[in-house]
């Protein structure tokens, strides 16, 4: 059963930091680009940040460019979000996701990604 696992969300007092990890297993995303999302209550889906298969090229969503960096751990089939300079609009579960397809450039969009993580609170409070 193919599955992954969002962790390490929380309550931080906003300018904090905050890393999260989302672990795969079931099977290898070790060929797919991994990408972040975040969902606010009432809010849509929105692309938080993607990093391509080999760790080698980032992609970001302007509000969160500066502050976010991702990683991945192709060993572990781990991928990490690390939150820096949190603000209390980055309020929202973030989900991990793998993209559908092998390769290519990073998808901003819902649609290009077919396995999800179960999702995981980060509270900023003012």
């Known amino acids: 059963q193919v599955q992954l696992v969002d962790s390490g969300g929380g309550l931080v007092l906003a300018g904090g930091s905050l890393g999260l990890s989302c672990a795969a297993s079931?099977?290898?995303?070790?060929?797919?680009?991994m990408g972040w999302f975040r969902q606010a209550p009432g809010k849509e889906r929105k692309f938080v940040g993607g990093?391509?298969?080999?760790?080698?090229?980032?992609l970001f969503a302007d509000s969160v460019k500066g502050r976010f960096t991702i990683s991945r751990d192709n060993a572990k089939n781990t991928v990490y979000l690390q939150m820096n300079n949190l603000k209390p609009e980055d309020t929202a579960v973030y989900f991990c996701?793998?993209?559908?397809?092998?390769?290519?450039?990073?998808?901003?969009?819902?649609?290009?990604?077919?396995?999800w993580g179960q999702g995981t609170q980060v509270t900023v409070s003012s």
């Open positions: 996701a793998a993209a559908r397809r092998v390769g290519g450039p990073i998808e901003t969009t819902v649609g290009a990604y077919e396995f």
């Open positions: 079931g099977h290898s995303f070790n060929y797919n680009n």
């Open positions: 990093v391509t298969w080999n760790g080698g090229s980032m």
